[in-house]
């Protein structure tokens, strides 16, 4: 474990430099340890791949004191008890505006792509980028595809792309440079809500593919940007 | 009031959404938290209160009641009714009152304030403008032409007849700037002593989210991928072009460039108003060192507002202390 003072109300913790399930599901118990934890001082707990920022408020604690915090937590072996929440995430397919380049570039069919693709669990590592962005872990390497050369200046809400092994979904219209090989109707953010974004780190999902037709039915349903 | 003209890129700021990066969202708040905050304190408001932040061009506004409202930041002209409006002042609007903002001519942020803060309702616990998320609602968007913000009535008949100095705002556009960083997390994947020695500029085409450097290519000394991880208003990334690029107030809550260094909060507002055509240099100092500038620039702020507060007091009550 790593611990750097990464700016004046900053601490930043580090579990190695490789992407592994037992070093998110660590990252996860602890952020929820800090943010449902009221201590004085502190903002909010963040996490990437293997990292956890704790923002504070310098005016009323001090890095000693959060680094103290995160290693007395760290060594307390609490596992998170609950099973994380699924979610089944319906894709349609016809909208994967690179599913054909994908399918080429693995030598394989498109039918075999989205196969591969709905086979498998993703975990949600952690929401970053924009608000509801997922970062996923899980996919099957088969289909791990190198980002388009040129980034698209716009892609379509609900998005669901490929960058080298790495897959996600795009919550709202942005541009961006990720292998698109379909697009869900679900909508991931409600800035109304008082949960605004339907994934969380941690989260379990699920894709399943819906035609045409049932995307435009739950677009609707749903307030999608199209 | 009503935005009868929007200006170039007007936002309703507060000083951020805080507790919701884990999903995405980012921090958000004024890009010159020092003279926002001043901003505030002249009207007698808190530092959370929402202002407007203009953005080198300003709006044209219409006022629908009574109140006070002060200019800070950027320095900017401004027309009340076709007269020019002073800054650093507390300025008493009536009902009907036109203010036109015109172009800034020192910095690019300037700061409405409005006596009790702009009253519009709260997104996610802030009335900071939601960066990264399009629609149609307000705080997801910039402001525009007919847009009507409410604001608490509030008349004033006393005079006022004081401002700041505003040598208090000379840290905008001052000529060679030093900005200061602390280390980053990758510090040593990068030839780092090089940035300190170039003269620095920001790219025209920067904004709310990220400042682009002109000057040189940071060379790479450590070529390793890395993985996602926070990041934070100041931080200097390194892309593989090699040209930094500083995460500003919108800055997205995680990012996968390696970071150099990371901005002192003390020198944040210095950065947010230089111009793309100034020249500063960045140095590095210790963590030490920016703990102690941030305490330094928080005491002079707590007592600018003690002494404004007692301004205030003494206007309303006419008790002199």
Redesign the interface.
């Known amino acids: 474990m790593q611990i ?7 601490v ?1 913790m ?1 579990l190695g ?1 490789i ?1 592994d399930i037992g070093v998110h599901r660590q990252l996860i118990t602890l ?1 929820k340890q800090i ?1 449902n934890g009221n201590y004085l001082g502190i ?11 704790v ?1 504070f408020d ?2 009323h604690t001090s ?1 000693i004191t959060v680094e103290k915090l995160l290693r007395d937590l760290s060594k307390s072996d609490l596992e998170i008890s609950s099973s994380p929440t699924v979610h089944h995430i319906p894709v349609c397919y016809d909208y994967g505006l690179d599913i054909h380049y994908v399918a080429n570039y693995h030598q394989i069919t498109v039918e075999e792509v989205i196969e591969l693709h709905i086979s498998a669990v993703y975990t949600v590592y ?8 997922p ?1 996923l872990g899980g996919m099957n390497d088969k289909i791990a595809t190198p980002r388009k050369a040129a980034p698209r200046q716009s892609v379509e809400a609900g998005s669901i792309g490929i960058a080298g092994k790495q897959t996600g979904i795009y ?4 541009p961006g440079g990720w292998q698109i090989i379909g697009r869900t109707p679900v909508n991931l ?1 409600k ?2 809500n008082e949960q ?2 339907l994934l ?2 941690g989260d379990q999902i699920h894709f399943y593919p819906i035609n045409k037709k049932e995307f435009l039915e739950t677009a609707n349903n749903e307030g999608l ?1 199209q | 009031m009503i935005i009868i003209e929007e200006g170039l890129h007007t936002t309703i700021q507060d000083l951020g959404r ?8 980012s921090l958000s708040g004024p890009m010159d938290k020092t003279a926002m905050r001043i901003a505030n304190f002249l009207v007698g408001n808190d530092d959370n209160d929402a202002v407007l932040e203009i953005s080198f061009l300003g709006p044209t506004i219409e006022f629908t009641c009574d109140t006070i409202i002060a200019i800070t930041g950027a320095k900017m002209t401004a027309f009340l009714n076709g007269y020019e409006a002073p800054l650093y002042r507390p300025i008493p609007i009536n009902k009907g009152d036109t203010l036109q903002c015109r172009a800034a001519k020192k910095g690019i942020y300037s700061y409405l304030s409005v006596k009790g803060g702009i009253q519009i309702e709260e ?2 616990s802030s009335r900071s403008m ?6 149609e ?1 307000f705080l ?1 968007r910039k402001l525009n032409n007919d847009d009507y913000l409410p604001v608490q009535p509030y008349s004033f008949t006393g005079k006022i007849h004081w401002k700041l100095d505003h040598q208090i705002f000379d840290y905008i556009q001052k000529d060679n700037a030093t900005i200061h960083f ?1 280390e ?2 990758q510090i040593s994947w990068f030839n780092a002593d090089s940035v300190s020695e170039k003269r620095w500029k920001v790219s025209s085409k920067s904004n709310r989210m990220g400042y682009r450097l002109i000057g040189q290519k940071i060379e790479t000394i450590k070529e390793q991928q890395l ?4 990041v ?1 208003f ?1 931080a200097i990334q390194i892309p593989p072009s090699g040209e930094p690029i500083i995460l500003m107030a919108d800055g ?4 996968g460039y390696p ?1 150099l260094g ?1 901005v ?2 003390a020198d944040l507002a210095t950065l947010s108003q230089i111009t793309p055509a100034k020249e500063f240099t960045l140095e590095k100092c210790s ?1 030490e060192s ?2 102690k500038q ?1 305490h330094s620039q ?1 005491k002079f702020l707590a007592q600018l507002k003690l002494i404004l507060s007692y301004k205030w007091r003494e206007m309303l009550h006419g008790t002199k202390l």
């Open positions: 750097q003072y990464i700016a004046e109300d900053a930043m580090r430099d992407i952020q943010n903002t909010e707990a963040v996490i990437g791949f293997t990292t956890l920022v923002y310098p005016m890095h952690f929401i970053g980028f924009s608000p509801g962005f970062f919550p709202g219209q942005s953010v800035i109304n605004p974004t969380q780190s940007e | 805080n507790n919701y990066r884990s999903l995405g969202f997104k996610l939601i960066a990264r998320y399009n629609s609602e997801s602390i980053g997390p993985l996602t991880e926070p934070q100041g997205q809550p995680t990012g970071k990371q002192i909060q963590i920016a703990m941030l928080e």
